[in-house]
Each structure stands twice: as C-alpha cells, then as structure tokens.
C-alpha cells in the first residue's frame, strides 16, 4: 500500500530555517498533487502549502514569502523549505498526496518547535 514518511522536523530557534522531505512508496503511479499540511496542539490541521503537476505552487497567507514547495527528482517526493521561522510555525507537520481517484494519503507527521 502507498506510505509516505517524512522527515526533517526538530527545534530551531525563531529566524532559522528547517527543510521538510517526504517519499512516497507502494505506487508505480506519479501524484499530481502533492502537499504539507500542519497542525498545532488543540487547532484543526490546516494547509500550508500545495503543489499540482504543471502548476504553480500554493501556500497559505501565513507562510507565504518564508517556505517554498517543491517536487523532487525522484518519483513522488516532495520538499518544504522553511525560512525565518517563528514559534507560531510550531505544529505537526504531515505531508499529503491525492491519488488519481482523488484518495488522501499522509504521512505520520514530523514535529517542528520553534523557540523563542
């Protein structure tokens, strides 16, 4: 079955920078969307960024200018990029995928705490 894994999260004081991955196995097939998501104790999980084949990426007006999406060489993988963080970043992030069926896959979550 599809497994994505991500990896990458950990503490960073406010200003630095984090990189996000996340590869997807258990499919011959390439997503055309893919996505990082976050979610902050007792906050519903919220999006952050999306990238679709062919198209210019999205992200959410809080990051917008800080973190860059970006797809892999490889075979559905997918990269976040964050820059200037602040503490309001620090949530479980999970990556996520839609199938070409429009099914969700995601990722187990990294922890990325931003200290003050």
């Known amino acids: 079955q599809v497994q994505l894994v991500e990896s990458g999260g950990g503490l960073v004081q406010a200003g630095g920078s984090l990189r996000l991955s996340c590869a997807a196995s258990g499919t011959i097939f390439s997503f055309n969307v893919m996505a990082w998501y976050r979610q902050a104790p007792g906050k519903q999980r919220d999006l952050v960024a999306v990238?679709?084949?062919?198209?210019?990426?999205n992200y959410a007006d809080s990051v917008k200018g800080r973190f860059t999406i970006s797809r892999g060489n490889a075979k559905n993988t997918v990269y976040l990029q964050m820059n200037s963080l602040k503490p309001e970043d620090t949530a479980v992030y999970y990556c996520?995928?839609?199938?070409?069926?429009?099914?969700?896959?995601w990722g187990q979550g990294t922890q990325v705490t931003v200290s003050s």
């Open positions: 990238i679709r084949s062919g198209g210019m990426p």
């Open positions: 996520n995928a839609v199938g070409s069926r429009y099914e969700n896959y």
